[in-house]
C-alpha cells in the first residue's frame, strides 16, 4: 500500500470515516517518548545532536518532496528519545541523519543516495552495509511503525469542520498551514504536542492571517472538536505563533540588510525568493550551517549480537 503522510492508514488523499478515530487514538505511537519530552531541558548531547541534525538532514536531502526530510526528521526524533547516543563519536549524528533520510525516501517510493564527492566533502564516507545496519537499529527503535502519524494525516479533517464554500480558499488555507507546520518543525517546544494538535493550531493561525473575519468561527468550529483537547491547544497555538514570528522577523531582518547594500531589484529579489516552499528556505538554511576541522572518517563494519540485533555502541570507526 502506498504510503502518504496524508492519510498513512490508507494512502487515499481523503480520508475515509472509518480510519478519523483511528488516527487519533495512534498517533501518540508516532510521537517521542513521553520522557524525554519531559526531560529535554536537561538532556543537553540529544538536544545538542538535534540542532546539528536537523540542519543536517535538509542538506543532505536532494529530492524535491519537501516531505522527505520531514519524515527523516520525524524518524530522528522518534530515535534519539529512545536511543541515547554514545559520548565522542561526532560522526554517529552524520550516519543517522542518513538512515532516517534513506528510509524516508523508501516510504515514499523515492531512490536516496549520497554521491561520493559530497561524502569527501563532508568529510565521510559511509558504506552500503554500514547504512543499512543503521536503518536495522533504526527500525528496531521505532518498533517498524514506518507510516508515521504526522500533522498532515489531519489536515483534511479539521479543513471538513469548517464549510468553506471556495475551493481556492480552501487549499489556500491549507497550503498556509502546510507551510507553518514546516517551518514549526525545529521547535522542539512542540515536541510535547500530539500532530492532531500541531495540525489544528497550524490551521487556526493561517485562518488568522488569510481570513480574519471567518477566524472566529473557524477556530471555535477546531476547539469544540471532540478530539482536542482545549487547553493543549491554546499553548500550542501560542508557541507555533511565536515560531511564525521569529520566521517573519528573520525574513525582514535580511531583506532590510539587504536593501542597505544593494538596489531595489536585488530587494525584490529577495522578497519573492522567500515565497518559495518553506522546505527550499529550510535547505537553503541548512546549507549554510557547515562543520569546521572536518577530518575525513570511513565507518567500518558493525558487529551482530548474539541475537542477531546491534547497538549503537557496536558501530566502529575506522
Known sequence: MEYELENPLTGFEEHQSDTIPSLFSSESDHMPSMSYILSSKTRDLDISARRQAIPMIFQFSCNPDPFIPYLA????????????????????????????????????????????????????IFDTETIQRMELLILGALKWRMRSITPFSFIYYFLSLVKLKDPSLRQAL???????????QHEIKLLEFKPSIIAASALISASQELLPLQ???????????????????????????????????????????????????????LHFSTTTTTSQSAAATAAIVTERDIKRRKISDLRYCNDKSFQLTQIQQC
Open 174 to 184: 491549507k497550503n498556509r498551514a502546510t507551510e507553518i507546520i514546516f517551518t514549526s
Open 73 to 124: 526528521v520525524n524518524y530522528l526524533d522518534r530515535f534519539i528519545s529512545r536511543q541515547e547516543l554514545p559520548h565522542g563519536k561526532p560522526w554517529m549524528i552524520k550516519l543517522l541523519c542518513i538512515s532516517c533520510l534513506s528510509l524516508a525516501a523508501k516510504m515514499k517510493q523515492n531512490d536516496f543516495s549520497l554521491t561520493d564527492d559530497i561524502q569527501r566533502k563532508e568529510g565521510f
Open 215 to 269: 477566524f472566529p468561527s473557524f477556530r471555535a468550529a477546531i476547539s469544540s472538536c471532540i478530539y482536542v483537547n482545549k487547553e493543549k491547544l491554546l499553548d500550542c497555538w501560542n508557541v507555533m505563533n511565536s515560531t511564525v514570528m521569529n520566521s517573519y522577523e528573520s525574513i525582514l531582518d535580511m531583506i532590510i540588510s539587504l536593501s542597505t547594500n544593494n538596489t531595489p531589484v536585488n530587494v525584490l529579489d
